[in-house]
C-alpha cells in the first residue's frame, strides 16, 4: 500500500464544469485529476479508494459507468459501462477485489471484479426497503494503518496532513493558528506584561 493516499483528500463536484479533485488534507495543494478533457464526465456521484492499489474509483449516473484511475487521475480505466447490470448507480465501495454500488433504480447492492468488470452474481443482494443510497464496507483492512504526521506536533486546535507528508494546524475559521508552543510563550509575555502593569499601579 502507497501512503501517499493518506495526505489527501477526494471530491466530485456536478456543477456546470463536472470534474474530481483533490487535495491536500488542509486544502493545499489542491488539483483537478479528472475532467471533460480526459472523459466524458457528468454526473460523478461516488467515490471510493482502493487503497492496496492505489487507485481512485467512481460511478457516474448519467453515463451510467464505473471507472477507475490513479491518484494522480491518469491510467483511467473504464470497469463496467451501460450494462444491464450497471443501471444507474448512486455511490460505491471497493473491498478485496470487487466493486460494489447503490443504484437508483432497484432496491439492490451488486459488484463486479474490479480487475475484469465480471460480474459476481453470488453478491447480489436485493433489500425490501427502497433504492439504497449511501454504502460502506466496514472491515479492518478499509482503514489501513498509516505513518501519523502529526504525532508530535503541537497544535493547538487540530493537525492533518498535508502534501509532502507533513502536518498542517488548522483552527476555527476567523481565528489565528499557533502551535501549543508559541501559544505558551505568548500566553507568559501577556502574564509578565499584566503583571509589571499591576506593580506599577499598585506603587
Known amino acids: 500500500m502507497a501512503s501517499q493516499v493518506l ?3 477526494f471530491w466530485s463536484d456536478w456543477g456546470s464544469n463536472p470534474k474530481i479533485e483533490r487535495a491536500g488534507m488542509d486544502g493545499s495543494s489542491r488539483k483537478v485529476i479528472i475532467d471533460r478533457n480526459k472523459t466524458s464526465i457528468t454526473w ?10 492505489d ?3 467512481w460511478v457516474d449516473a448519467s453515463h451510467d459507468v464505473l471507472a477507475s484511475c490513479d491518484f494522480d487521475g491518469e491510467n483511467i480505466n473504464i470497469v463496467v459501462m451501460h450494462s444491464n447490470v450497471l443501471r444507474h448507480p448512486y455511490d460505491v465501495v471497493v ?4 466493486v460494489f454500488w447503490s443504484d437508483w433504480q ?3 447492492i451488486r459488484s463486479v471484479n474490479k480487475f475484469t468488470g465480471e460480474y459476481q452474481d453470488y453478491s447480489e443482494k436485493y433489500l425490501r426497503s427502497p433504492s439504497p443510497f449511501g454504502i460502506a464496507v466496514w472491515q479492518n483492512s478499509t482503514q489501513p494503518l498509516g505513518q501519523n504526521y502529526c504525532e508530535n506536533s503541537k497544535c493547538d486546535h487540530i493537525g492533518v496532513a498535508a502534501t509532502g507528508r507533513t502536518c498542517s494546524c488548522l483552527c476555527p475559521e476567523g481565528d489565528t493558528c499557533f502551535n501549543s508552543e508559541l501559544s505558551t510563550v505568548e500566553s507568559l509575555i501577556e502574564t509578565a506584561i499584566a503583571n509589571i502593569w499591576e506593580y506599577f499601579l499598585l506603587d
Request: hydrophobic residues 40%; proline residues 9%.
Open 55 to 57: 487507485r481512485l474509483f
Open 7 to 9: 495526505n489527501f483528500m
Open 44 to 53: 460523478p456521484n461516488g467515490l471510493a479508494i482502493d487503497y492496496y492499489n
Open 106 to 108: 432497484e432496491p439492490a
Open 95 to 98: 473491498f478485496q477485489d470487487e
